[in-house]
Structure formats: C-alpha cells, structure tokens
C-alpha cells in the first residue's frame, strides 16, 4: 500500500532522512510537504540518546518538524543494520545527514560510500561550519552563527549590545537553502543521469542571509551596525508610537514620505530643510522621529492603519503571534493548516502550486512505527524483518 501524498509535486522521489535537531528536519520537512516518501531513520529503542534540542516527541517543536514522514528504527553502528540502510540507498533517490563531518565516516555512510552503490543519489549535507576546513570538526548551534555570521551585530538597539533574533534563522536557512540545493541537483540529474553531494552550513547560511547588509561591505567597505527599529538606509521606517502601542511604517523614497507627511497631518515637516533628502533624513533620523511620534500619539494604532493605507503608504500593526494567527489575511492565506489525520494544527507550506498543493496528510510518525512497512516496499521478506528485528538491527 503506498504511503500517503502530501503533494503530487515530488511523489517520485525517495529520500532517506538521518537528520536530527533542527536544520536537517526542516530541509526534509520541504521534500516530504512536497509528497516526497520521505523515510525518516531513527535509532531503535535502547540505541538513541534523544532527540538534542528537539523536544518531546509529542512537543510542538517535533510535530512541526516531522509530518508528513514515516519511521524506520534501525541501528548503523551495527553490521546487519547498515547492510539493510545501503540496500535502502540502491533505491533511493536523496539521503539528507547532518552529522558533524567526521561522523559519516566512522559509519561508512559518507557520499564516497553511498556513490558507489548509487550513481545517482543526491546526498545533503547540512554542517555548523563546513565539511572541511579550520572549524570543520567544531560542534554547530543555531546561536553560535548567528553571532559568527554578523546578524547579531546589526540587530537591536544602538549602544546596547548584540541580540539574536528571535527565531533560529541560521539553522531554518541553512536547511532551506539544502532543500533547494537538492532539488537543483535532481533536475540535473534528469539531464545528466548523475547525483552529487549538496552542501551547506549554518556559518555560510547565515552569513547569505546578511543579504544587502553584506553587500554594503562587499562593495563599499562599510560595516553597518545596530540600527534598532529603524531601517538602516531607508527613513523613516521603523516603529512609531501611537495612542495603544505601535505602528510599523515603510517610506522608501521622496514620493512616499510626501504622501506619509501628509496622511499624517505633517506637510509642514516636508518644507523643513533637514528633511528634504533621504540622506538629509537619514543624517536627522532622531529628530525626524521623535516629531513623527508625537504626531503619531495622538490616535490609536487602527485609525493610522486605516489612514496611511488610504494614503498608499506601507504600514502595519505589530502583532503578537496569537494576534498574528487572528489576522483575517493570515487566515485567508491558510498560513496554518489542519493535518488531515489527527487533530492537529500546523503551519502550512507558505509556496502555493496550482495544480499540486501541499497538504498536510500525516502527523509525525511513531519511532519505528512504519519499519515493517518500509521494509516490504524495498524487498525485504517477513522472515529478513524477524530476523532484523530479533538481531536488534532495527
């Protein structure tokens, strides 16, 4: 009986999934949102030390990171158990690890070893700092990048130290940009008949994501630093207090800060000489908004949403997550789904295909629940299963 799809999309793919804590589950978690038969690898009961970082099986954490998946316990350290696994990867199209480096290795499950009974697999490889080099070896967490790969150093508030952001980003781009490196190798392999190995790091992931922050070092040799609420180079955006909290606006350009002066009540702001070019704004950001708050105090965050959209000026609320999920365009975009066989909700895939959408089919799976499934599908008989079971390979 076929696994169940979430996706018409990627439905030809097999990938095998070694991934643990964070980054690797969200590369995978993509493919298998995208009807990929994802078979997710685990280490049988008695042999696995945790899920690191990850949570209780049924935490939020681990639910939302392995749906769509099925579960196959299986011990490589052991002999008969990496037989089985090398057998899985004759037939299988994608094996995503994030081992440290050296770990493959010692298994015998690097992409040298899985090339050779494979030609064509494409094999991911997510790293804290690279498969070589200096800092190789090094163990790799989400903060540590985030501090190493600049962005702490231009987030928060001037003169009040280094902040993360709030969310991992280093370990969800890291395993994004792996899903997208592995699906750009299968659609050469369509071209070429060959795999090859995909890599990435949270150092190279986060230090990407910098983006034009990066770019203004690149090319002109500045280092941006902290600039709190208030967007580096266009002003002024940022946060503003109104008469119930606050207001996030976006003026990018002349054109826009008239029709926000304006909408506002401020065209008077727009004849002051300090005002009158961006970097004239950007030189006397302080002063501009401390004018723009007092301006903005005097009504409550919904009457200036209401207002400067009807001007064609860029704002928004700030919300906290409940409210975010309350947000009629949130709920309109199904930014959150249910899972079809549980009563469970979980944030959707946020691409929609026309004709293949992603859904989700299945809740994570038990550990091991689906071996004998998975098993049978490659081959192995009842009788290989009883005996693989009893040897304690899976």
Same mark, same amino acid.
């Given at each position: ?6 996706? @018409?999309? +990627?439905?030809?793919?097999?990938? *095998? ?25 685990? *280490? ?13 099986? /049924? ?12 579960? +196959?316990?299986?011990? *490589? ?8 696994? $090398? ?5 299988? =199209?994608?094996? &995503? ?24 697999? &494409? ?8 498969? /070589?080099?200096?800092?190789? $070896? ?11 790969g600049g962005i702490m150093s231009v987030t928060g508030l001037p003169g009040h130290g280094p902040v993360r952001a709030g969310i991992p980003i280093a370990d969800l781009s890291a395993g994004l940009f792996c899903a997208l490196g592995i699906l750009t190798a299968l659609l050469e392999r369509e071209v070429s008949g060959q795999g090859q190995w995909v890599e990435t790091s949270l150092l190279q992931a986060q230090a990407f994501m910098l983006d034009f922050q990066a770019a203004r070092y690149l090319v002109k ?17 940022? &946060? ?8 996030? !606006? ?10 926000? @002066? ?23 950001? /302080? ?38 999920? @309350? /947000? ?9 789904? $249910?899972?079809?066989?549980? =009563? ?15 859904? *989700? =089919? ?22 290989? !299963? ?9």
């Amino acid at each position: 009986m076929p696994p169940p799809q979430a996706s @018409a999309a +990627l439905k030809r793919f097999t990938v *095998l999934d070694l991934t643990r804590v964070r980054a690797g589950p969200t590369a995978v978690r993509q493919l298998a949102d995208w009807g990929a038969n994802v078979i997710k690898v685990e *280490l049988p009961p008695g042999a696995d030390q945790g899920e690191a970082l990850g949570g209780p099986r /049924d935490g939020p954490d681990f639910m939302n990171l392995h749906r769509n998946k099925r579960s +196959l316990t299986l011990d *490589l350290k052991s002999p008969a158990g990496l037989a089985v696994f $090398k057998r899985l990867v004759a037939k299988a =199209d994608v094996v &995503v690890e994030n081992f440290r480096p050296d770990v493959k290795e010692r298994l015998g499950i690097a992409y040298a070893d899985l090339k050779a009974i494979n030609p064509g697999i &494409v094999y991911g490889s997510i790293s804290g700092f690279g498969q /070589d080099g200096p800092y190789a $070896k090094r163990p790799g967490f989400d903060q540590i990048a985030q501090g190493m790969g600049g962005i702490m150093s231009v987030t928060g508030l001037p003169g009040h130290g280094p902040v993360r952001a709030g969310i991992p980003i280093a370990d969800l781009s890291a395993g994004l940009f792996c899903a997208l490196g592995i699906l750009t190798a299968l659609l050469e392999r369509e071209v070429s008949g060959q795999g090859q190995w995909v890599e990435t790091s949270l150092l190279q992931a986060q230090a990407f994501m910098l983006d034009f922050q990066a770019a203004r070092y690149l090319v002109k040799g500045e280092v941006p630093g902290q600039a709190g609420n208030n967007h580096p180079t266009s002003i002024p955006t940022g &946060v503003f207090r109104t008469a119930d909290g606050y207001i996030n !606006i976006a003026t990018t350009g002349g054109a826009i800060w008239e029709r926000c @002066a304006k909408a506002l009540g401020a065209a008077h702001l727009l004849a002051r000489p300090q005002y009158a070019t961006r970097d004239l704004r950007l030189k006397n950001r /302080d002063a501009l908004n401390a004018e723009l708050d007092g301006i903005m105090s005097k009504r409550d965050t919904a009457s200036w949403v209401e207002i400067l959209n009807a001007a064609g000026v860029p704002c928004g609320p700030i919300y906290d997550i409940g409210q975010m999920f @309350a /947000d009629p365009q949130v709920k309109h975009l199904g930014v959150a789904g $249910k899972v079809a066989d549980a =009563d469970l909700t979980l944030m959707a895939q946020p691409v929609t295909l026309s004709r293949t959408p992603s859904h *989700l =089919d299945r809740r994570p799976p038990e550990r091991g629940g689906d071996s004998d499934e998975v098993l049978s599908e490659f081959g192995f008989t009842s009788e290989e !299963i009883a005996a693989l079971r009893a040897a304690g390979a899976i």
